[in-house]
């Protein structure tokens, strides 16, 4: 990355197709600088309102193109004090995204399902520390477990988030298993 600041680095040749004057423009290489996919969040947030199919297609992208330069954004810590989960999922992952609309858990029937990014992971309110087992979706025994990367999915059917280790056969979770 370079120090220079603000300079011509593209020159790009455009014309509006309704001929109003075109303004000074910033191009965003999103799909691999992070301050880049920060500032295209940050401008699909502010247009949502007034644009909220722009700013859902600007999420789409961002989940799209989102780096994959680690194979598992979610972790588990496990110490003789408990359980720990943590995430490191950058912008527009789908952890991320709530609905723009702020519906909460569902849409509502007026709502366009345009989601936005919360800022946070919304996977981890689910995974909770004080029982790891009754989200665990793996095979491996409690006592075999250990601190690494986890896999995350949302559960449609159950309306939560799951969580098991990376290439582990996949089960009912506990809570279903006991009814």
Known sequence: MTSEGLYAKY????????????????????????????????????CGAENPTL???????????????????????????GVAFS????????CRLICARECEDYHRPDCDRTTKDSGDCGALIYLD??????????????????????????????ETWLWRYPGEDRQLPRFARQR
């Open 11 to 46: 020159q790009i040749t455009a014309e509006r197709t309704d001929g109003k004057p075109i303004g000074p423009y910033f191009i965003l290489e999103y799909a691999t600088d992070p301050h880049a996919r920060a500032a295209l969040a940050t401008y699909a947030q502010s």
């Open 55 to 81: 700013a859902s297609y600007l999420h789409a992208e961002l989940a799209r193109t989102a780096p994959t330069t680690t194979a598992y954004d979610h972790h588990i810590t496990i110490t003789d004090n």
């Open 87 to 94: 995430c490191a999922a950058p912008v527009g992952q789908q």
């Open 129 to 158: 520390p004080a029982d790891p087992a009754d989200t665990y979706i793996g095979c491996t025994e409690p006592h075999h477990w250990r601190s690494g990367p986890i896999s995350i999915g949302w559960d449609g059917f159950y």
